[in-house]
């Protein structure tokens, strides 16, 4: 099993992150990774101080981001390697998204509140490094408030329930994620055009977890993949065996990559660890990934 290779992780500043970029790394190298991408959410803020770090601790490092966007109403979230970060769009996409967030956090909370969940609000405020709401945060503080103890849409997510294995996480998809009880919508940009921007400034995009997005559907991801991806995040935290060979047969069949990573926050998911998660391959997907991004003049640090 060969666990050196993680292209997704995140920083403090993703909304549900927590850690300092240069503390990422140094935890990193610490689990006896090798090859890294640090892609937090809308954001590549994290890029200047993630790269100085890998470089003095030996890391291969790949700048990233894990832009929100939507298909026909469907939200996504895919993931661009070998950016140039320093682009203004990059800078541009966090704002808007943010501001959305920033929006909608009370929004979110009335949401969950209306389920007959009780919340103290100061201390879900309190764990929002990035200033706004995360799903994640929410379960954590209500799982914790005694007030909840016999909430049953709250009993799926304790210790021996059926969702709880991942509590925080698994609350955020099924409650407020998109077709839950306490979804809140926002507007992201349209799959193709997240695509053409991580294209257009240097690098490869990839689907992230789709398991997690639309369980197996082959005919969705075809319809994704005709849109121009590098490749489908097939080995990660959220699949287990038999949708990773899904997901590594739809790739293999377009000749796309088909990647790893573990999706670490942190606190927000702690049953997600650094250094846990193997691939079949490993360094067949970094070598091609990385010719990939170097075929369109992008940013690979190579050791």
Known sequence: MET??????HTKYSMDGQFEPDDLMRQCAAAGLKAVAVTDHDSVRAVPDAKAEAARLGLDFLPGIE?????????FHLLGYGIHAADPVFDAIEKDVYSQRRDISEKMLDAVESLGIVLDRPAIWKLCSSGVIASVHIARVALADPRNDNCPILKPYRPGGKRGAAPYVNFGWDICGQGGPAFVPMTFMDFARAVAIIHGHGGAAVLAHPGANMKQNRELTETLIALGLDGIEAYCSYHDEAT???????????GLLATLGSDYHGRA??????????????????EGLTKKIKERHGEVYEI
């Open 269 to 286: 998911k702690p049953h997600i660890k650094l250094g846990t998660y193997d691939h079949p391959q490993p360094q067949a997907v970094w």
């Open 4 to 9: 050196w290779l993680d292209l997704h992780m």
């Open 67 to 75: 832009i929100s966007c939507q298909y026909e109403g469907k939200n």
């Open 244 to 254: 990773s060979a899904f997901y590594r047969q739809i790739a293999d069949e377009h």
